[in-house]
C-alpha cells in the first residue's frame, strides 16, 4: 500500500539550480497534480495531468515544468531555482471519473532555495 | 475565479472542548466541498466531504454541512481529543476531487 511516494523529503539548492522533484502513485490514478503549501495560503495548484501524455497549468506554474510519461510518475521541473521557490510541495493523485473519487497526497517534499 | 475563507488560528482548546472551524467559498459554479487533515510532518488526509447541497459529511465525530444558501461548510466536533491537534484545510472542487482551491489552513491545538 504504497499510495503517493514523493522523493526527496527535503532538499536545500542554491540559487540558479535545476532539480526534480519526483511523484510516483500505484493506484492506476489518471489524474495526477502539483501543489506548493505556503504559511497563511493553503495549497496552490502548479500543475495537473489527466492522463499520460497530457498535461495543463494550475494557479502558479511560472518557474516550474511537468511531464507525464506514464501513469504511474509525474515528476516536477525547477529549471533554475529561485529564493521565491521556497516552499513544501505536494503531489496528489485520484481517478477523473465518479462522484466518489478521493484524493491521496503523498508526504510532501520541503524545499529550501538559498 | 472560486475561492476559500477559514479562520486561520491558531484555534486553542481544552480536551473534551467543542470545535467549530468556519469556512466561507466564492464558487461559480457547484462544487464539491471537503475537509481535509494535516498532521505534524505528514500529507493530508481526507476527512469528510460533501458533493451537494444540504449533503452532510461526517468521520471521526466531525461533521460538516454543505450549505448552498449562505456559501458555507463549518467543520464542527462535539468533543475534541489531544489527538486532534493538526492543521485543518477546507477546500472546494469542481470536478469532484481534482483541482482543488484550499483555503488558508486552520492550526488546532488541543491541551489535555
Known amino acids: 500500500n504504497a499510495g503517493v511516494t514523493q522523493t526527496p523529503k527535503f532538499q536545500v539548492l542554491k540559487t540558479g539550480q535545476s532539480m526534480t522533484l519526483q511523484c510516483a502513485q500505484d493506484m492506476n490514478h489518471e489524474y495526477m497534480s502539483w501543489y506548493r503549501q505556503d504559511p497563511g495560503m493553503g495549497l496552490r495548484l502548479i500543475h495537473y495531468s489527466v492522463g499520460a501524455g497530457i498535461t495543463d497549468q494550475g494557479e502558479v506554474p511560472n518557474g516550474y515544468n511537468v511531464s507525464r510519461s506514464t501513469t504511474e510518475d509525474f515528476p516536477l521541473r525547477l529549471l533554475s531555482a529561485a529564493p521565491s521557490q521556497t516552499s513544501v510541495y505536494f503531489c496528489?493523485?485520484?481517478?477523473?471519473?465518479?462522484?466518489?473519487?478521493?484524493?491521496?497526497f503523498g508526504q510532501g517534499t520541503r524545499l529550501t532555495v538559498v | 475565479g472560486n475561492s476559500v475563507t477559514q479562520m486561520e488560528g491558531p484555534v486553542t482548546l481544552s480536551e473534551e472542548a467543542f470545535l467549530t472551524i468556519n469556512c466561507t467559498y466564492t464558487?461559480?459554479?457547484?462544487?464539491?466541498l471537503f475537509w481535509y487533515v494535516q498532521y505534524p510532518g505528514e500529507g493530508l488526509q481526507l476527512l469528510l466531504k460533501a458533493t451537494k447541497a444540504d449533503d452532510k459529511g461526517s468521520n471521526k465525530g466531525f461533521e460538516a454541512t454543505y450549505r448552498k444558501e449562505t456559501t458555507s461548510f463549518h467543520l464542527e466536533k462535539g468533543s475534541v481529543q489531544v489527538s486532534d491537534s493538526a492543521v485543518y484545510f477546507c477546500?472546494?472542487?469542481?470536478?469532484?476531487?481534482?483541482?482543488?482551491?484550499f483555503g488558508p489552513g486552520t492550526r488546532l491545538s488541543v491541551l489535555p
Open positions: 496528489a493523485s485520484s481517478h477523473t471519473q465518479g462522484v466518489n473519487t478521493e484524493a491521496f
Open positions: 464558487a461559480t459554479g457547484y462544487p464539491s
Open positions: 477546500a472546494l472542487s469542481e470536478n469532484y476531487g481534482q483541482n482543488f482551491v
